[in-house]
């Protein structure tokens, strides 16, 4: 479903100015794809929020270089299919680049639809290593990730648990053998725990039809699990969470970015949430004067919410867009193609990016560098955990 491209006041007086120097018409036109309905409509809607927010702020500060931004977000409902025709609907209306997609099954497959087309894609949060496969023609790297890949993930989680929580000796693992996001971060979290200071003690599996998940609890529980990692996303760790408060079990919980949106799944108990881990580059408490603005802003145009990762991750990367399209010295009037060269190369280049999730670098491989922190569910909030 197409989305419509909300103008504020500020943006349209700002716009009005540029049309002494830009011609009707002569916009940069920036894509996006993302579930905004759908299971996963929480992660959809944040990304497309962030990016919505980093538009605005840059059209009213004058655009790129003095032309703006026209953003056009599509809805890929979390279907590999429905992305696809997002992508060509996209291609039809002239953008330019490409933010998304949102999740990893979509995401390789468009970025194969964009390698073919040359067409450069910078995903803010779909993790797995196949999207940087597919998004890779002929040798030359057209799709960048903002988010840290499912392998670095299991690795940093490990190695966070070990680090901060040495008197944790038997860990169990609950994830999805059906899906690559869950099962790219569990093979690196299994191989590294090999080096770290605890055990798995168990690893039950689930996939994409299981509605109980008693026996993978069980499994934890019999084998005295201290603490649970959980390589999944949101929905079924909703149920994870209410069937394990039933059957009385009450590990510490450690989720990754996929577990951020589990406090706005409708019909969840949050209480069941609290005391919740998640390794994330975000926290939305964060005293730094560049998060407390951007909490402010999401604030006042969605209703007073607080934005999560995923948020985040969209506005950084409208902004690392913005960054590239600048350091290649890339102009408006260039087709797709032509700002794919460019920008493919200049965002490998640039300067750091100071953004909202980190100080970011991007290797040749499309894959992005920074450093990543915890947040813990305290109150039916995200609140930096401390260690």
């Known amino acids: 479903m197409k989305k419509t491209m909300k103008v504020t006041g500020t943006v349209l007086a700002a716009m009005m100015a540029m049309s002494m120097t830009a011609a009707a018409g002569d916009t940069w036109k920036i894509g996006e794809i993302g579930p905004t309905t759908g299971a996963a409509a929480d992660y959809g809607n944040n990304v497309m929020n962030g990016c919505q927010i980093a538009v605005d702020e840059i059209n009213a500060a004058g655009g790129i270089n003095g032309t703006p931004i026209e953003f056009m977000p599509e809805d890929d409902v979390h279907d590999v299919e429905k ?15 490409i933010i998304g997609c949102v999740t990893s099954g979509p995401c390789t497959a468009v970025s194969s639809l964009a390698a073919e087309d040359n067409m450069f894609m910078l995903t803010p949060s779909a993790s797995s290593t196949a999207v940087l496969d ?14 840290f890949t499912d392998p ?10 070990d680090t901060t929580m040495p008197e944790i000796t038997k860990v169990g693992v609950i994830y999805n053998n059906g899906d690559v996001y869950s099962t790219g971060i569990f093979g690196t979290f299994r191989a590294q725990a090999e080096q770290c200071g605890f055990e798995i003690v168990a690893s039950p599996a689930f996939d994409d039809t299981t509605v109980d998940y008693s026996a993978a609890i069980q499994e934890c529980m019999d084998n005295g699990a201290e603490l649970v990692f959980l390589p999944i996303y949101y929905t079924p760790a909703s149920g994870i969470f209410k069937q394990a408060n039933e059957m009385g079990y009450d590990p510490i919980w450690f989720g990754v970015d996929g577990m951020d949106g589990i406090l706005t799944v409708e019909g969840f108990d949050t209480s069941l949430a609290e005391g919740v881990m998640l390794l994330t580059p975000f926290a939305a408490d964060a005293a730094d004067e560049k998060t407390q603005n951007f909490v402010k802003a999401y604030a006042e145009n969605y209703g007073g ?11 950084d990367c409208v902004y690392a867009i913005k960054a590239a399209i600048e350091a290649a010295g890339a102009t408006p009037d260039m087709d797709h193609s032509a700002v794919c060269d460019a920008i493919s190369v200049s965002i490998t280049e640039m300067e750091p990016l100071e953004g909202l999730t980190g100080t970011m670098t991007w290797s040749a491989d499309g894959t992005v560098n920074k450093t990543p ?6 109150d039916g909030e995200y609140v930096s955990y401390e260690g």
Do not use: R
């Open 83 to 97: 992305s696809s025709n997002a992508y060509n609907a996209l291609v039809g209306e002239g953008v330019q680049a």
């Open 152 to 161: 670095n993930q299991g690795l940093a989680s490990a190695d966070y648990i």
């Open 305 to 315: 919410a607080v934005p999560t990762q995923f948020a985040a991750d969209g506005y």
């Open 373 to 378: 922190t915890a947040v813990i569910i305290k």
């Open 134 to 147: 597919a998004g890779n023609a002929d040798g030359s790297q057209n799709l960048f990730q903002l988010c």
